[in-house]
């Protein structure tokens, strides 16, 4: 019998809490009537059908918080910013105690990590869901949750879609998540938190300097035994205000809102003294940073020469940029610090000005060559990477042919493609017609990635010859369909710099400065290390090579055995 079959079935009453913004002092509303407050006192409807507040803890302490011993897995779909929530989160499980588990077969706490920036990507979560409704009948006891975007968006919805789903937290109350799991154990009850009115009534800069609860989140960062630390992700910002008529993001995400410096580079310190050698920092519109302290304001390009400052780090990125109200200051900082490397990854989503200003982008496509220009003028030789979307409402072939005329006028690295698909709640989604035929949109996503394999083609064998600096990142996995020893592993993982669990291939893999993937044979020893990679030959996607010297040896960096980030789902 399962350690936790002691415990009843979940009800099936959710008790849902709904935040109210500011998170000054953080409330929680039940939107269920008929269901008890943590105070134990019954809340009733008014003759409005409204409820009343009930105030409870925003989080309890992890020595307040008793849970049965417990297995846990947790799935992540999406971005970068997901990658880190996920990562936090599992420190907030292990410090409960929980283990995590093989399987969801042999798991006693199930979480998925949402997007919803894209139709497709909640679709794969339900279909995760709708496999576990056996597994629920079978092992009642067993929590299932979904955390993030989706259960942002779709609030107390999906428990009546879900029926067997017992906990929901959004991505602005993830550090009440230990409080949620002792509520679901202690009373057997489906609950939520979830972000109420998320208010930008508040100046950017005024809302920065609000006490954030979330922030004690960020502040908790710990480390399963056995993993690596060799590449770290760091929020600088949470939030985004821009409300591109397409996104989810704002609505999910809430209100802009920066952290203070000074918790920031105590993370990266931190993370400097665990072996950590790159550090990405990442914002909804990261160029956006702006933080009051001691009368003056620090922006994004005073954050990077102060991360560094930091002893230890060798790379600093950050992502994702947004092209309207660029400061040409970072470009600077990019020119003169050294360990701030010469990749910008920076959407245009399009190069038509209709398009951009139905998307309400804020920008003219010749304004965006403009600020590539600019990019080139201080630092030459940097990597540029952008998104686009095809198909978005009204795109004729007259506006597609302007982003293909983008694309190659810019010549980027890398580009993300991705079909529109109308979120419900955004401005297109209400007011414009998803006019453009699902198969117009499918091969204007194929040619675009032709031109720019092309493009990257190109560039890629250009390095054939030449000697680049790799921060290598552990193993490669050699791909059985061409047999090139390409690299399997998905992208957002290698970011991380997970190290995949394929001894066998003896084929090491890592990014050099500007994002560029290189693959080479080598020893396990110089995984964490800084090498010289000649290059011999060369993909669209990747280099290849052999290793010419090692410019800095390996520090503390420890290859997990068989384990790893969950695989990431498409978001």
Known sequence: MNHLGHLRPIASQPRIYRALWPVRALVLVPSSPGIRSRSSATAHVDSGGRLPEVGIPTRLPY??????????????????????????????????????????????????????????????????????????????????????????????????????????????????????????????????????????RTHVLKRALEYDSVEELDMSRQFATGSSTLQEYVRVQRGCDKFCTYCIVPFVRGAERSRPPENILAEVRSLARQGCREVTLLGQTVNSYVYEENGHVCRLAQLLERVHAVEGIDRIRFVTSFPADWDEDIFRVMRDFPRVCPYLHIPAQSGSDRILKAMKRGYTATEYLRLMDTARKYVPDIALAGDFIVGFCGETEEDFRATVELVRRVEYKSIFVFKYSPRPGTAADRGQADDVPAEVKAWRNNELLAVQSEISLRQKQAFVGRTVEVLVEGFGKRDSTNGEGNVLSEPLAQAKGQVAADYRARQLTGRTPHDLIAVFDGDPRHIGAVVSVRVESASALTLFGRIAGVVSPSRRVVVPRGTSLPILGEG
Not at 79 to 101: K, P
Not at 127 to 151: D, F, N, T
Not at 154 to 167: A, I, R, T
Request: hydrophobic share 40%; with cysteine; charged share 25%.
């Open 63 to 200: 020595n307040e918080i008793t849970v049965p011993p417990a297995t846990y897995t947790l799935e992540t779909f999406g971005c970068q910013m997901n990658v880190l929530d996920s990562e936090l989160v599992e420190g907030q499980l292990r410090a409960l105690g929980l283990r995590r588990a093989e399987s969801h077969t042999n798991a006693d706490v199930i979480l998925f990590n949402t997007c919803s920036v894209r139709e497709h990507a909640e679709h794969k979560v339900l279909s995760r869901l709708g496999h576990l409704k056996k597994l629920k009948r079978q092992r009642p006891e067993v929590v299932i949750g979904v955390i993030g975007c989706m259960a942002e968006r779709q609030k107390e919805g999906l428990f009546v879609s879900v029926p067997h789903l017992d906990l929901l937290c959004g991505p602005g109350e993830l550090h009440r998540l230990p409080g949620l799991l002792q509520e679901v154990w202690d009373r057997h009850e489906r609950v939520a938190a979830l972000a109420g009115s998320l208010s930008r």
